[in-house]
């Protein structure tokens, strides 16, 4: 049996972000015969009391709660750590905690890399933190033995910029049971197919400030319009936002802020479990207005609801199939945004688009087939 660390998730079960997501899915599907899986998790995230997870071992080491220091300093000591633990394999996720791969191999580990996306692209990191994120994106491509990327727009970067082998194994899905109760919907006042959804974490990148402006100004226009014949009234639908921010800051406070003063506007913080579950399965419309993405997971999960979705057409967002070129937008068009929610929240998904939307999901996105690629990668380097 193959014995993995694993480095660069906070950790799991029920942590924020996309990292932490897919290796709450992968890795007790890793433990369930074929590996040996201990994940080394970073103390401030989690429950230091929780040992294993569905099979996985729990290692929590300590680390500051700082989004400019934490994953660089959590991967440093994990590798120290992890030496001594002598695993066949170390997989590291993401290009921040890569920085360290050319350690890790200098002190005999085999390592494979996950490629989540060019961080450096986000707008919440200054000039030197996208100095160091592009530096470890090269030494980890440089030096890892087997790189993943998660889709194939992630995948070209690495083979133009690096000129390195990689193999594509995008993030995944579980098809959903959709849920007929309806308890979060009644804490928060909202009612079944009239509220627009959309989930992430509370920084630049997400676009929620658009999609705030956009939903306000859908609120003005319809109260001004005297049109009789709009099929859709903002006045009579919510704007839901369920996440929050790591790290408060300027940022996530005045998204708040903005979002308190309309009463329209729900933001719901981190939801994990059934709430979540029953704010996908009764949404009348999916929102994902982000500026940069990996590849997205809270998109995929939208679909796999069979929700009518709709995003902004930067590339990660491009790869995935949403039926119908149309339902993309500039990013960060707040008049292009508007237009779209008017126009798809009177055209939810026929029955026949639902299944052809679930069918390719589960396809291309299905958790057990992506655990036995990532086996396969593990094998080939050993």
Known sequence: MLRVAVLGTRGFPNVQGGVEKHCEELYPR???????????????????????????????????????????????????????????????????????????????????????????????????????????????????NCIITISGTVSDHVRNEYERDVTIIPNGVTIPEILQSNNSLKEYGLDKGKYLLSVGRFVPEKGFHDLIDSFNQLLT???????????????????????????????????????????NIIMTGFLTGEPLHELYSHAGLFVLPSYYEGLPIVLLEAMSYGLSCIASDIPANKDVDLLAKDRFFRAGDINGLAKKINEFVVKPLSEEEKRIQLNGIDEKYNWDKIAKKTTKVYKSIL
């Open 221 to 263: 226009y319809n109260s001004k319009s005297q049109n009789s014949n709009n099929q859709f009234s903002a006045q009579d639908w919510k704007l839901v936002i369920v996440g929050d921010s790591d790290h408060e800051d300027k940022y996530s406070l005045r998204l708040k802020e903005e979002a308190y003063r309309t009463k």
């Open 30 to 144: 890793l433990a369930d015969g074929s590996c040996e899986v201990t994940v080394f998790t970073r103390k401030p995230y989690v429950n230091p009391k929780i040992h294993t997870y569905k099979g996985v071992n729990l290692i929590p080491l300590s680390c500051p709660k700082n989004k400019f220091l934490e994953a660089f300093l959590h991967t440093f000591i994990g590798i120290v750590v992890i030496r001594k633990f002598s695993p066949d394999i170390l997989h590291i996720h993401a290009i921040g905690p890569s920085l360290f791969i050319p350690l890790a191999r200098l002190l005999g580990l085999k390592v494979v890399m996950t490629h989540h996306g060019p961080d450096y692209k986000r707008k919440k990191w200054g000039k030197l933190a996208k100095f160091v994120l592009k530096l470890g994106e090269r030494l980890g491509c440089k030096w890892a």
